[in-house]
Nanobody
Framework: QVQLVESGGGLVQAGGSLRLSCAAS????????MGWYRQAPGKQRELVAG???????NYADSVKGRFTISRDNAKNTVYLQMSRLKPEDTAVYYC??????????WGQGTQVTVSS
């Protein structure tokens, strides 16, 4: 089992920045890739950014150049640095951990609200 605890969400004005953190605990050795997803009201959950155990990253087109995902393996923590935030970035952001085998793990979610 893997437990994921997110932090860092909040309210920010458009153009501002936030950094989300996701601390993983438990069977850390089983984790392959980690990522951030988001879900806005009335919309499906979508991938925002992902990072593999080797540090390879991928981003949704809508956040490329504005968001940066990183991981600190010593702290078992993944970060999402969000800059130049837009109102359309408003959503609940979820941390995700993909094990080598089995179903993915999810955090409880953290609200990000960007005011115009």
């Amino acid at each position: 089992q893997v437990q994921l605890v997110e932090s860092g969400g909040g309210l920010v004005q458009a153009g501002g920045s936030l950094r989300l953190s996701c601390a993983a605990s438990g069977s850390i050795f089983s984790i392959n890739a980690m990522g951030w997803y988001r879900q806005a009201p009335g919309k499906q959950r979508e991938l925002v950014a992902g990072i593999t155990s080797r540090g390879r990253t991928n981003y949704a087109d809508s956040v490329k150049g504005r968001f940066t995902i990183s991981r600190d393996n010593a702290k078992n923590t993944v970060y999402l640095q969000m800059s130049r935030l837009k109102p359309e970035d408003t959503a609940v952001y979820y941390c995700n951990a993909e094990p080598h085998v089995g179903t993915p793990y999810w955090g409880q979610g953290t609200q990000v609200t960007v005011s115009s």
